[in-house]
């Protein structure tokens, strides 16, 4: 009989075994994970501590987890995101990843999401369609050389680079023009140290109109994510442009990010972007 349970941190070493096979979605180490320490550095710090977490139990033995949290959406209203969700293969296809879904579902659900959000590979889209998710829009991968990235002007709209945050900004709780997760995913991997980067916040009048995060990918390339309020939509293209080149004194060639398809326009409107449609597919159901 299988147990969903909160996970523990004494469960990342019945994990390291599952983590051998197939991981969806989320993030993967080159060259595998090789020590049960890499996958506790999953599951701690500040990032994580926003996420929930369940394991599927069966005889004293964890053979899969699910990660999920909420943020708030200006449209949607508050959604869900499943970062993660991983079973051991030898236990797939006997109904662990869908107890795991609907007991992340039902959490979410007490919180007042209304819809949650997956993202996944081809390979699994056939279990997204089985309980009951549907395909949504689709995901593109920009690069841009940083000093084709436009120094744009706002007079009205303040740059606040955050100095030491010990924990993720509240104002980076949300998603609008990013995709779902993806801004505070990386602004917790600045805080906890994984990922050399800056935080931003944008205001005007006093109050926080958009938000971003930078970190260097590697010698040549800088990664970020923007996002705006909806009071912050007419700015977006700065909000954009200033988070990019804040890389400028890393010296890296270029920059990139990972957004919605049907935002590409705010991005396009003042640079020629290199674009291409990732792989990933994003997945959604109303609760």
């Known amino acids: 009989m299988v147990l969903i349970r909160q996970g523990k941190m004494k469960d990342c070493t019945d994990l390291f075994e599952v983590y051998q096979g197939t991981r969806w979605f989320y993030r993967t180490r080159e060259g ?5 320490e890499q996958i506790k550095d999953e599951h701690r710090g500040a990032a994580f501590s926003r ?24 449209i949607a209203g508050k959604i869900g995101i499943i970062r993660n969700l991983d079973i051991d293969v030898r236990h797939q296809k006997v109904g662990v990843g869908t107890k795991l879904t609907k007991a992340a579902e039902a959490a979410m659900k007490e919180k007042h999401v209304v819809r949650v959000i997956a993202t996944t590979p081809p390979a699994a889209y056939n279990y997204w ?51 779902p997760g993806s801004l505070t995913e990386m602004a917790g991997d600045i805080v906890d ?68 398809k049907d935002q590409g326009g705010l991005y396009t409107s003042f640079a020629k972007w290199s674009y291409e449609l990732s792989t990933d597919i994003p997945v959604t159901k109303l609760l």
């Open 32 to 36: 595998g994970y090789t020590t049960v």
């Open 51 to 74: 996420w929930g977490w369940l394991v599927a139990e069966e005889k004293d033995h964890v053979v899969g987890e699910i990660v999920f949290r909420s943020e708030k959406n200006p």
């Open 129 to 179: 369609m089985k309980v009951k998710y549907f395909a949504r829009g689709s995901i593109s991968n920009l690069t841009l050389s940083l000093n084709k990235v436009p120094e744009l002007k706002a007079p009205k709209v303040k740059t606040v680079k955050i100095k030491a945050p010990e924990k993720i900004p509240k104002s980076m709780n949300f998603s609008n023009i990013a995709y």
């Open 193 to 260: 140290g994984r990922l050399k980067g800056i935080l931003l916040e944008f205001t005007s009048d006093g109050h926080v109109i958009g938000v971003g995060a930078v970190v260097r990918k590697n010698a040549k390339t800088a990664s970020f994510v923007a996002d705006v309020t909806k009071k912050g939509f007419d700015h977006a293209d700065f909000v954009i442009s200033r988070t990019a080149r804040v890389a400028i004194p890393w010296n890296v060639k270029s920059v990139e990010t990972t957004i919605p």
